[in-house]
């Protein structure tokens, strides 16, 4: 049974920094690609992270470019979003999302691509 959990969302000031986790189950992780995504209330689901099933190719909008770097441990078959200089603007619902794949490096940050997805957890950046 394929199982997707988020955790280590939560408050936080802006300019703090959060990292997120993703505990996979029911996946053979070292073949899909893992992405996180976020949605704020009137928002569209926004692509924020995405990296290959090679952990070679990694993927960021460029509105939390140089802020947000994603990992993924396949060992441990755990994936992280860490979050720096955190903006009220990057409050919202963050979803961890995968999908099987072949191509090793292969790394999308359409929500469309993805057909596996966590339940959400919670992050609001306010003071």
């Known amino acids: 049974q394929l199982q997707l959990v988020e955790s280590g969302g939560g408050l936080v000031q802006p300019g703090g920094s959060l990292r997120l986790s993703c505990a996979t189950s029911?996946?053979?992780?070292?073949?899909?690609?893992m992405g996180w995504f976020r949605q704020a209330p009137g928002k569209e689901r926004e692509g924020v992270s995405c990296?290959?099933?090679?952990?070679?190719?990694?993927n960021y909008p460029d509105s939390v470019k140089g802020r947000f770097i994603i990992s993924r441990d396949d060992a441990r078959k755990m994936v992280y979003l860490q979050m720096n200089s955190l903006k009220p603007e990057d409050t919202g619902v963050y979803y961890c999302?995968?999908?099987?794949?072949?191509?090793?490096?292969?790394?999308?940050?359409?929500?469309?691509?993805?057909?596996?997805w966590g339940q959400g957890t919670r992050v609001t950046v306010s003071s």
């Open positions: 990296i290959s099933s090679s952990g070679t190719r990694t």
């Open positions: 029911g996946l053979t992780l070292g073949f899909d690609v």
């Open positions: 999302a995968a999908v099987e794949v072949r191509n090793p490096f292969h790394c999308p940050l359409q929500s469309g691509d993805y057909d596996h």
